[in-house]
């Protein structure tokens, strides 16, 4: 397979599953919305509390995942051309590849880090 074939299947695939979910996310919100307009037509009083318990933020807990999952993924792929290939040119590409989500990841986890640090330093809370 050549690889612009290569690439551009790589890019439907990546195409058809973006757009799946978003079909998911359509289809929950209106799942969501229909549920809201059930319980203020049955109950209008229960409402404003339902619907204060749906607006209200959640807190989100997934930033340090996502930092260390792009850096477990740069640091696959600096050492899988290392471990599979003795050509140093791959490996420099391949390293120089690896440097994005590395980057990127330290990036999140420092800044989730700071973030962190400033909520248990904050003496209003």
């Known amino acids: ?24 996310s359509l289809f929950a919100a209106r799942i969501r919305h229909t549920t809201i307009r059930k ?34 993924i740069g640091v696959a792929m600096a050492v899988a051309p290392v471990i599979a290939v003795d050509d140093p040119g791959i490996v420099r590409f391949a390293i120089a590849a690896s440097l994005f989500p590395l980057l990127v990841g330290g990036a999140l986890w420092l800044r989730y880090r700071a973030v962190e640090r400033a909520r248990r330093s904050d003496p209003g809370e």
């Not at 050549?2 to 058809?16: F, K, N, Q, Y």
């Not at 204060?52 to 260390?68: F, I, N, Q, V």
């Open 1 to 24: 397979m050549p690889i612009t074939e290569m690439i551009v299947s790589i890019a439907v695939a990546g195409a058809l599953v973006l757009g799946f979910i978003a079909v998911l």
């Open 39 to 72: 319980a203020i037509d049955t109950n209008p009083e229960l409402a404003a509390g339902m619907l204060d318990k749906l607006t209200a933020r959640k807190e989100r807990s997934g930033d340090d995942r996502l930092a260390l999952v792009l850096i477990a």
